[in-house]
């Protein structure tokens, strides 16, 4: 009898424990996704600064120039929901930059056309990172034992936003 109950508390304490450990598994993954976004946002904000750069530049037209002021504006601005739209935004007019003739560029010019690309770049690995993330925890909230014993919490399900699928 005492042998058991001793295998019963034991069960039970391992129980515990397992359902413990893949609560912390989840949160570290919110974690991951929270940080993956606060890092996209960063680059997101970035982006945005070096538009508004290059939306004074001389070889622009005034009216490129007024959309990017616009979007870069548009895009640092605009609160969550809001937000897709606004990056998407931001991107289409940064591709009516790299179209337009940009020979007479003065070499500040070009330092700061060269940050742009390196920064598109580094918006294409943090929306990478942040898509992995997401689907990552997502899968994992998904799964019957975290929708049983409700591991999640009252966290929010992670979300992808539109603008993570344009083309840069």
Wanted: charged share 20%; hydrophobic share 50%; no cysteine.
């Amino acid at each position: 009898m005492t042998k058991t109950i001793l295998i019963i508390v034991f069960a039970l304490l391992l129980g515990a424990w397992y359902l413990s450990f893949l609560a912390s598994r989840l949160d570290r993954l919110h974690h991951r996704v929270e940080t993956s976004w606060e890092h996209l946002d960063a680059l997101l904000q970035r982006r945005a600064a070096i538009a508004l750069e290059i939306s004074h530049f001389a070889a622009i037209d005034p009216a490129t120039s007024f959309l990017l002021t616009a979007a870069a504006y548009q895009a640092r601005e605009a609160n969550i929901i809001e937000r897709s739209d606004a990056e998407s935004a931001l991107s289409e007019t940064l591709k009516l930059i790299r179209t337009q003739d940009m020979a007479t560029t003065t070499e500040s010019e070009s330092d700061i056309l060269a940050g742009l690309v390196r920064i598109t770049e580094k918006i294409s690995v943090g929306i990478t990172i942040h898509t992995e993330a997401v689907n990552t925890a997502r899968n994992l909230r998904s799964q019957f034992i975290f929708r049983t014993f409700r591991l999640a919490g009252h966290a929010p399900l992670p979300m992808r936003y539109a603008f993570e699928d344009d083309i840069l």
